[in-house]
């Protein structure tokens, strides 16, 4: 009775003509985003992130997530079509989807995607409802040692999971922690990285940071280099519905697909990326045809789609309820909460009811949505890819600087913005993902402060953190994932499945 009644409270938010409106933006925005490569979630959010703080929270939750879960829509369109993933999520879609498209099957591929995604999108979010309070109850339970212990766990998870160099992700946490601590300290007074300058006391500005980092940093990695030429399937798009053979074909994969990315998304740094790659593996494994994928199995469209929206839907839980963002989007969506004045975490349920369950139920809203934008618009996300990028950038790059000095009227945050624009262009030059410094930067200071209290509680002995269970517990967790990954062949075996 009780979900039923928050389910009835989070209606009347969601389906006020507002959030409706705002909901319906998020997800044109998103599946836009998603069809023009060059362009991404983590970018988006980060411009549009100075227009959200006049906005009621819950609105602008809506239409954050809106953004990020109809990138992943977005993406699969041009995937299909043009074997161009608009998201690095639909990558793996593009292997067996451009296949079916190039055979006369497009209809068939995009249908199937549509399906998929709205699919898991929609048993995602009846996850979150269902065990999201439960697992907030149980953390409004931790005291500060744990909560230091939990903060860790996931940095060092973020850096595990990670592609690429192990020693790169840590130094890109180490970064952002460090970022986060610039400005006046609030307990002592003393001035911390300012190096004299006025308008770093109050520390450095996380919008400009992420759009630096996403926003200029994209631009100029993308005019670095050339251009892909896009040549669309030239057959007609035509039964768009599958017939009932193909129906039972895909369901399996479908709810496989949903389980793995309900699953993984859960996991800091793994969520729908790292769930589509794992749900067209086990699809693979599994199939009776192994041979058949890559040339146009509907089992490849059907299980990565429905993986990579079910990991972008469950990977809010752990920013809902235990206050740890589980990827680059969500820290940013967690930063805007922060700004907003609402600490993300199991607080938010109780003291924010109307933001979390209005958030669950816009979802379901936004998946409906979703399917009415991507099928019956399809001729115009194609034709949207004649725009080349070089006419896109200027328009980008002036809403990321008027963005910027909105948010304080202050020109040294669009100094920051240039300068951490150019970071972002070194880092992917040096392969390193800028994601994990914004996970630092957001966690740091709530680190430090749990820390701080920590030591109070146990007038500064570190043997708090092992003398209660769950925080020993967390500990432990974190030392494992070290050991796992410090053993060189297990270090081996992940680097392997990464390349693969």
Known sequence: MDLLSN????????????NLLYCFVGCLLGTLIGVLPGLGPAATIAMLLPITFTLDPTSALIMLAGIYYGAQYGGSTTAILVNLPGE????VTAIDGYQLARQGRAGLALSTAAIGSFTAGSIATLIIAMFAPSLAEAALQFGAP???CLMVLGLVASVVLAQGSLVRALAMITFGLMIGTVGIDMTSGTQRFTFGLLPLFDGINIVAVAMGLFGLGEIVNNLSNREEVRIAVSTKIRNLLPSRAELRQITWPVLRGTGIGSALGLLPGGGALLASFASYAVEKRLSSEPQRFGKGAIEGVAGPESANNAGAQTSFIPMLTLGIPSNVVIALMAGAMIIQGIQPGPAVIREQPELFWGLVVSMWVGNLMLVVL????????VRLLSIQYRFLFPAIMTFCAIGVFTLNSNTFDIFVMVVFGLLGYIFRRLDCEPAPLILGMVLGPMMEEYLRRSMLLSRGSPMIFVERPLSATLLALTVLSILLVAVPAIRKTRDAALQE
């Open 7 to 18: 389910l009835t409270l989070g209606a009347s938010q969601a389906l006020g003509f507002d």
């Open 88 to 91: 690095a999520t639909s990558v």
């Open 146 to 148: 744990e909560y230091f």
């Open 374 to 381: 991507n099928l019956p618009l399809i001729g115009i996300w």
